[in-house]
């Protein structure tokens, strides 16, 4: 599970820690396009977005290239990507690993700042990060702001996060996460269709249609 891990903890990881930012100060202009950015997002009934997780080592080298595809409406959220899959329907999380055909049922606990899709896209700069506008570049006929985060705990496995969105559109297009060890984690949004009808199944695993497969209950 270390794919979906570093998918929902590396990019969104100041709902896991309360931090104050009192160790340095934002980039104002920087706040302003983040803030444009979670305040779009949250305007969408609901979010169908595929997305590619390209891993690479410290010398530059590509060690692999995931394809996946993420489903939001309101609390609930699915996530699929290479042999592994996330359900919730905002009261249970079912997390399914095909190449062990096992599935762990938990309860969703939204005071315990439980990582969600939802923060990707809107809670993942507030508190725990200190950032800057670096500037804009062309890409096609987009232009692209790149904004630089740094978190504020130093003990975190990465130094520096840097996140694209689109000045247009105000979307995340991609997000880059530089680990200490040399790793960089490049997330990049291919394709996007927001409030369209997502049936209520689409949020719950059934087991019916996974022979055989293992439950592991631990709500």
């Given amino acids: 599970m270390k794919i979906l891990y570093f998918c929902f903890l590396m990019i969104c990881s100041s709902a896991v820690f309360a931090q104050n930012n009192?160790?340095?100060?934002?980039?104002?202009?920087?706040?302003a396009i983040l803030d444009n950015v979670s305040a779009k997002f949250k305007t969408y009934k609901s979010v169908d977005a595929d997305f590619t997780l390209s891993?690479?080592?410290a010398n530059g080298?590509?060690?692999g290239t995931k394809k996946g595809t993420v489903y939001m409406n309101g609390s609930k959220y699915r996530v699929n990507i290479s042999g592994q899959e996330i359900y919730s329907d905002g009261n249970n999380i079912w997390t399914?690993?095909?190449?062990a055909n096992e599935v762990q049922i938990t309860k969703f606990d939204p005071s315990s700042n439980t990582i969600t899709p939802q923060k990707m896209f809107t809670n993942f700069y507030d508190k725990d990060f200190l950032y800057k506008l670096n500037g804009e570049t062309k890409q096609g006929k987009k232009t692209i702001q790149e904004i630089e985060?740094?978190?504020v705990d130093k003990t975190k496995t990465f130094y520096k996060v840097v996140v694209n969105i689109d000045k247009a559109s105000k979307n995340i297009v991609s997000t880059k996460v530089f680990e200490k060890n040399g790793n960089?984690?490049?997330?990049?949004?291919t394709g996007m269709k927001t409030n369209t009808n997502l049936p209520e199944s689409l949020?719950?695993?059934?087991a019916k249609k996974y022979p055989n497969v293992e439950v592991v209950d631990l709500r």
């Fill in 22 to 31: 009192s160790l340095g100060k934002s980039d104002a202009a920087a706040k």
């Fill in 55 to 57: 891993v690479t080592d």
């Fill in 61 to 63: 080298k590509v060690e």
């Fill in 96 to 99: 399914y690993d095909k190449s």
């Fill in 149 to 151: 985060l740094t978190p």
């Fill in 184 to 189: 960089r984690y490049i997330y990049t949004i």
């Fill in 203 to 206: 949020f719950v695993f059934d």
